[in-house]
């Protein structure tokens, strides 16, 4: 996977600073690398795109949908500058990518749509069809960008003045293509009241919350204390929190939603404190046809994850070490509440609220 090294990028990531796609060429920013580098990826194939995603150089529900929808649209572009079939290699790219990852549903949904674009065309001249494919792409992406301001803009009301927002993991422009869910709700709270501060769990074992999250804060100026996952409770305890906050890769039909790992234990937490606990997401993450979160596949990644890190330049685990690494947990919507999509603040019934948008 070719990688060059950027300049400084502006303060306030653009959409396009996050993934963007070419003709030809998907380019992103590796989020592997922060925030001690920003480095550019520059994806010219299918399984570059594969690999992108699996391994984490771009990650969050919406931006890799994003990700797969360019995806698709790459390889119809590359095979038809080679002489190929697009409609073949469209197809052939979105059977791989969409099972990058399991978990978040926006990824199945956005190479669904485009492969569905495939069948619809299958009359079309190849250059019309790789150009609907690019565009639908590129549309997808702005749309995203759309629904999380909107996200942002309902959220913000249910802060109060002097907000202490507890979020996990990362949910900001690098998790969304642009501008963030529970992250962008923060950064909304912030701009109607400049006293709103954030709490950032570091989110383990890979650190999203930790790398990411404060990166993307520190550009945005807002104030935050990042915290180990297993302060949250000392500091809900202690009035230091007055609402958490996050993401989602699924929400099933009654509610449950599917998260980074730790979310399910913050909820617990905060409801043992009456805090609220609110999940933001696009509607492009609720997926009416799973039940229930019992319903949800859960990721397992690399017992390596969690038994190769280091502490003081030694590993903190022997090297055989059994190891569990769920990616996500559910949180029962019993513990939500609210769930706030770019269509409002849905309450429960779930069951009732998000099917009617």
């Not at 590993?315 to 055989?320: K, N, S, T, V, Y």
Request: net charge negative; proline share 6%.
């Amino acid at each position: 996977m070719p990688s060059s090294a950027t300049g400084a990028p502006p303060k306030e990531l653009r959409p396009r600073d996050v993934i963007d796609l070419g003709e030809g060429v998907i380019t992103l920013l590796d989020q592997r690398a922060l925030p001690s580098q920003e480095r550019r990826l520059s994806l010219t194939s299918t399984g570059e795109v594969v690999e992108a995603i699996a391994t984490l150089a771009i990650r969050g529900a919406p931006a890799i949908g994003i990700a797969g929808a360019m995806g698709v649209a790459l390889a119809a572009r590359r095979a038809l500058e080679a002489g190929e079939d697009p409609m073949e290699a469209a197809l052939a790219a979105g059977a791989a990518i969409r099972v990058a990852r399991p978990t978040a549903v926006n990824l199945a949904w956005a190479v669904d749509a485009q492969v569905a674009r495939v069948h619809e065309a299958s009359s079309a001249e190849p250059n019309r069809l790789v150009s609907e494919l690019e565009g639908a792409a590129r549309a997808l992406h702005e749309a995203e960008v759309q629904r999380c301001e909107q996200i942002g803009a309902h959220g913000r009301t249910l802060m109060g003045r002097g907000a202490r927002i507890l979020t996990h993991c990362n949910t900001g422009a690098l998790a969304t293509g642009g501008y963030g869910t529970a992250l962008g709700i923060i950064r909304a709270a912030h701009e109607a009241d400049s006293t709103v501060r954030a709490v950032v769990d570091e989110t383990r074992p890979l650190l999203q919350g930790a790398r990411l999250t404060t990166w993307e804060l520190d550009r945005l100026g807002i104030t935050y204390t990042l915290i180990c996952d297993n302060m949250a409770a000392a500091l809900m305890a202690d009035g230091r929190v007055s609402n958490v906050v996050v993401g989602a890769d699924r929400i099933a039909a009654n509610g449950d939603a599917a998260n980074k790992i730790g979310t399910y234990g913050l909820a617990v937490i905060a409801r043992a404190h009456d805090v609220p606990f609110y999940v933001a997401a696009p509607t492009s993450t609720v997926d009416l046809s799973t039940p229930t979160g019992r319903d949800i596949a859960i990721e397992e990644r690399r017992a390596d994850e969690v038994r190769g890190l280091e502490l003081h330049g030694r590993p903190i685990a022997p090297a055989d070490a059994p190891v569990a690494n769920p990616a996500f947990d559910v949180t029962p919507a019993h513990l939500i509440a609210a769930i706030i999509t770019e269509r409002g603040v849905q309450r429960p019934p779930y069951e009732r609220s998000l099917a009617a948008g």
